[in-house]
């Protein structure tokens, strides 16, 4: 069945001519976010009846990203005819070395990359933006990445603009995202660029397109993967098992089979926090995971996560974000529930 189209109801006039936007595969990236492109790109040049996106895909084949038929066209070639833009996806990296590990297998690519750019625009997400960099195409611009990762992109890139609070940020013809999923945030940033805003409302709910949900930057510190060290990995796990009421430092020390001083000293060398604060906001982030997930009271989340008492837990909250669990709830789960609520099925449906 033909997508019915959407009619524009905006003044804004519509791009006589489709951007070409050359999707890059390379070994070693996670190409999810390039099928997603393409498919988004092709609902949305059906809904609006006419093409505002001309996808090509470039790069080398990798077995593992399973792309179909058709082959890529390579590097060399596809710079005798370069797009309008291209969208650089990322690839898996914990820690500096990962980086430094893809930047070295990915020289190639990042010469082309190097002379294919302006007046073309990169579009990256995740550790895309490191290839971006190392391209030179950041240059100057402000800048956005998986935020654990910010000191060794400031290190290694001096000349970008690293401002990593933001989950996209646009510069110039420069585009950049944050997280694995950063491809959403690209794609949604792209449909307001080009189609008045009410039709992109549109589209998005009929895609039931995700919405990001990064939750308080309070929180960072305790994230599982924000952790170089593999013992605080650990002993995140285990703090999210006990009760909030009976965790302290020497609980936790004796957990690894550590001191609780060696402990405090690992926690502050690697977080830049005292150690009681960071086990606290091991819990806290669970309550506020727990008030994203489901509408229950702050007195059932606060018995399940062994609080002293609910009151003891707002005091704890409110003093880490600055903001009430009600206010909480309104500002970060409002997104996710009504996305969870588009598709929720209902007796009879």
């Known amino acids: 069945m033909a997508a019915p189209q959407l009619q524009a109801r905006s003044a804004r006039s519509l791009p006589p001519e489709p951007i070409t936007v050359g999707l890059v595969l390379y070994p070693g990236c996670a190409p999810a976010g390039l099928f997603a492109a393409a498919e988004h790109f092709r609902v949305v040049n059906r809904c609006m009846g006419q093409p505002l996106f001309d996808p090509v895909w470039i790069g080398a084949r990798d077995a593992a990203s399973g792309l179909p038929a058709a082959a890529p066209l390579p590097l060399a070639t596809a710079a005798q005819a370069p797009c309008e833009a291209y969208l650089l996806p990322g690839?898996?990296?914990?820690?500096?070395?990962?980086?430094?590990?893809?930047?070295?297998?990915?020289?190639?690519?990042?010469?082309?990359?190097?002379?294919?750019?302006?007046?073309?625009?990169?579009?990256?997400?995740?550790?895309?933006?490191?290839?971006a960099a190392a391209a030179g195409q950041l240059d100057g611009r402000a800048a956005t990445a998986t935020w654990w990762l910010e000191a060794p992109l400031r290190r290694r890139f001096p000349a970008v603009r690293w401002d990593c609070r933001h989950a996209v940020l646009a510069d110039g013809p420069c585009l950049t995202a944050a997280g694995a999923n950063g491809y959403w945030a690209v794609l949604s940033q792209l449909l307001l660029s080009r189609v008045p805003p009410e039709v992109a409302a549109e589209i998005d709910q009929r895609m039931l397109m995700p919405r990001a949900n990064a939750g308080h930057p309070v929180f960072r510190p305790v994230e599982l993967f924000a952790q170089a060290d593999p013992e605080l990995r650990r002993l995140i796990g285990h703090?999210?098992?006990?009760?909030?009421?009976?965790?302290?430092?020497?609980?936790?020390?004796?957990?690894?089979?550590?001191?609780?001083?060696?402990?405090?000293?690992?926690?502050?060398?690697?977080?830049?926090?005292?150690?009681?604060?960071?086990?606290?906001?091991?819990?806290?982030?669970?309550?506020?995971?727990?008030?994203?997930?489901?509408?229950?009271?702050?007195?059932?989340?606060?018995?399940?996560?062994?609080?002293?008492?609910?009151?003891?837990?707002?005091?704890?909250?409110?003093?880490a974000t600055g903001m009430t669990t009600s206010q909480y709830r309104q500002q970060y789960g409002h997104a996710l529930h009504s996305f969870a609520g588009a598709g929720e099925l209902r007796p009879g449906s």
């Open 239 to 319: 703090v999210q098992q006990l009760a909030a009421s009976a965790l302290t430092v020497d609980t936790a020390a004796a957990f690894l089979a550590m001191a609780p001083r060696t402990l405090s000293r690992k926690i502050a060398q690697q977080t830049q926090i005292g150690a009681a604060e960071w086990l606290r906001l091991i819990k806290l982030r669970q309550v506020a995971q727990a008030l994203l997930a489901s509408s229950a009271p702050v007195r059932a989340i606060s018995s399940g996560l062994g609080f002293a008492d609910d009151s003891t837990l707002v005091r704890a909250f409110k003093k």
């Open 91 to 131: 690839f898996w990296a914990e820690t500096a070395v990962d980086i430094d590990v893809m930047l070295r297998r990915q020289r190639t690519l990042i010469d082309w990359l190097r002379a294919a750019a302006p007046p073309a625009g990169v579009w990256s997400y995740c550790m895309g933006v490191a290839l």
